[in-house]
């Protein structure tokens, strides 16, 4: 039972911002927001994550609604080795749940 | 550092029997995490063990089961194999130190269990 939404898939141009959206309107006030994506034969990795505030770290920001109930992943500059599952997943005490995630294409 | 090791790479059963997995954190972690991904499908939780216990799991029925040794080590068992139990097996381990909430895990690269 994820309690998150994200587009099944989603396409970009090598070099181009990417921004990846999620939704998770049923949030509670505790549950911390992380992103995860998954190449190609290989297990997950973390990318980033976040409470309340926008975050940025080397591999790209996020940015997290007033309400929190929604929050995009951008990736600044996407590369061809940025085409992977990207994961939006809500933390919290006891639970972490992955739901079935974007697939991101990068078109060169 | 090493990273989150598991073994076996593959493993090939048959319905009915049963398969071990087993999984190495990286040191100094102590929780180890366990998920399903079936082919083409997202991961689904299995168990949660962190200091030696088990702290939460996934809506898998009681033939999964596994138990985290001393050293954190884990491993997870599936008795009367199905099927659709064929799937790869991830394991993810982390270090918990600001509360699980905020905590990194890290993968290993996976047991691929076919069941024929």
């Known amino acids: 039972d994820a309690k998150t939404t994200q587009p099944n898939s989603m396409e970009s141009n090598e070099e181009e911002p990417v921004h990846l959206p999620c939704n998770h309107s049923?949030?509670?006030?505790?549950?911390?927001i992380h992103w995860y994506r998954q190449l190609p034969s290989q297990g997950p990795e973390y990318v980033i994550h976040?409470?309340?505030s926008n975050v940025n770290n080397r591999m790209a920001s996020l940015a997290i609604a007033e309400d929190r109930k929604s929050s995009t992943l951008i990736l600044h500059r996407a590369t061809l080795r940025d085409a992977a599952v990207y994961y939006c997943?809500?933390?919290?005490?006891?639970?972490?749940?992955f739901g079935a995630g974007t697939r991101l294409t990068v078109k060169p | 550092e090493a990273g989150v090791t598991q073994s076996p790479t593959h493993l090939i059963k048959t319905r009915g029997q049963q398969a071990t997995l087993r999984c190495s954190p990286i040191?100094?972690?102590?929780?180890v995490y366990w998920y399903q991904q079936a082919l083409g499908l997202g991961l689904q939780f299995l168990l949660w063990?962190?200091?030696?216990?088990?702290?939460n799991r996934g809506n898998f029925p009681p033939r999964f089961s596994g138990r985290q040794f001393p050293n954190y080590s884990s491993e997870l068992n599936v008795n009367a194999l199905e099927l659709e139990d064929s799937a790869l097996y991830l394991c993810?381990?982390?270090?918990?130190?600001?509360?699980?909430?905020?905590?990194?895990?890290?993968f290993g690269p996976g047991t691929r269990l076919t069941v024929l």
């Open positions: 993810a381990s982390s270090l918990p130190l600001a509360g699980v909430s905020t905590d990194t895990q890290y």
């Open positions: 049923t949030i509670s006030g505790t549950d911390y």
């Open positions: 976040g409470l309340t």
């Open positions: 997943i809500l933390r919290a005490l006891n639970d972490m749940r």
């Open positions: 040191s100094g972690h102590t929780s």
């Open positions: 063990y962190d200091e030696g216990e088990e702290r």
